[in-house]
């Protein structure tokens, strides 16, 4: 049994190891040789626009839910007039960013993973370090640029489209005046929020795309180990990605009330 | 000139490598046969500096590729190429862009600048058309059979001219006509290059076509290595069980 748990430790050990390792190298692999624009365009359009209407759909429904559980749950008190603020806080400090990197999680970072993965067992990967180019720099590293840039647009995006969709539900479901959704907004929503959420969206960036890379490299065994990484990058990711919010939550929110102090 | 010596490998709990020995020289097409799985792809992929050895040493022109980090092993191994058992050709891109790759990612050698497009298209159409690939490059690698495929990642080994190649199992499951054609383009490849070549292969036919010398890999380790005839006569069970099967093709009796 301690065997068990010992070697179970060992390779989670090695694993980190070697993730901590990729992502050092990409950085260094990125600075040294940036990769050609074409390479970081195609998949700024893989990664952004192609991810636009499922970030359209996922954070406009998401603001019709939103608005319709903060108009009924608050509106018995009085307070259906922070509606607004209700969707645009769950949307600007948490919502947009998590769903966001779901939903890049599930459509581009299991794309990515898949792609990574079959070029690793059909030895496509081996004939370009064969060719004396450094996989890291040309399979990764492009993306991993992307993915930095495109993730925090396509949050706020996402925002966008949750705090639009939660207006319209309060303002032509729930006849809330548009003064009375927008006006709490300006007032209660801080930098610190935009902050906050932005910095969560590129930490999820950095993640899912490092990890989605990451498992595809590793991946091994023919189509079934394609299979398998695919899976396990997009669960490793989410589970990562949940994680992260709660301790960049608490970092947050720590670091903010330490600068109110002051 | 390659030279390795006392080259160990493990996977697992499986020494793959067991103390191998080789001196490959320069200018000679070297075939190194042996049963499937005991470890001659590794052999290759080691010289190439794609897997590291666990212990022992690789040289080639004097540069210790197995000492060398990331970065200056890339350096080292630009003047080598791999011909892939399934041509490991890139999916995503046509034949005409897989052939130019290393052409577009590395740029003119002499002026360290990037090769003008016309310069590409016209090696790469040299290439393919040296592998009897013409006016292909427009296609993808799923639109061919796997003779092709074959042909075309040889074409993108060829296109810059490396002075080291490696072939993994060129002509495996390949039709006979195909694997000579593809034992015709190695030698045909050599003499244009004048480079070293290391093919690593279980034909016994293909190998008696296109070496200059031969070297049986058995667990783990080169255990000979000779001139074809000289190599032909050594009293081994598997080099007479290889004789054997040049004269007596198996084959189900006809009644």
Known sequence: MITLVQKQTVRILAMIGEYVSLVIDVFAAAAKRPPSWNLIREQLYHIGVMSLSVVA???FTTGFVL???SFYQLGEKGLAGVTGVMVAKAMITELGPILTAFMVTGRVGSAMCAELSTMKVTEQIDAIKSMAVNPNSYLIAPRFIAGIFMIPLLTLFSITMGIFGGYLIAVYLFNLSPVTYFDPIKI????FDVASGMIKAFIFGVLLVTVCCYKGIKASGGAAGVGRSTTQSVVTSYVLILISDFLLTLALNMIHQEMKGL | MIR?????KRYGAVDVLKGLNLDVHRGEILVILGRSGVGKSVLLRHIIGIEKPDKGSIEVDDVLISALKKNELYQAVKNMGMLFQGAALFDSMNIGENTAFYLEQHGDPKTGKPFPPE??????REALAMVGLEGIEKKMPSDLSGGM?????LA???????SILLYDEPTTGLDPITAQQINELVVKTQNELKGTSIVVTHDIHSALFIADRLALHRDGQIVYVADPKTFMNIDDPIIQFMKESLIHSPSKEIS
């Open chain 1, 67 to 69: 608005a319709a559980q």
């Open chain 2, 149 to 153: 495929r074959k042909r075309a990642g």
């Open chain 1, 57 to 59: 759909i996922t954070g």
């Open chain 2, 4 to 8: 390795v010596r006392n080259l160990w």
């Open chain 2, 156 to 162: 993108r080994l060829i296109v810059y001219r490396p």
């Open chain 2, 119 to 124: 310069v590409i298209r016209n090696k790469v």
């Open chain 1, 188 to 191: 209660h929503i801080t930098l």
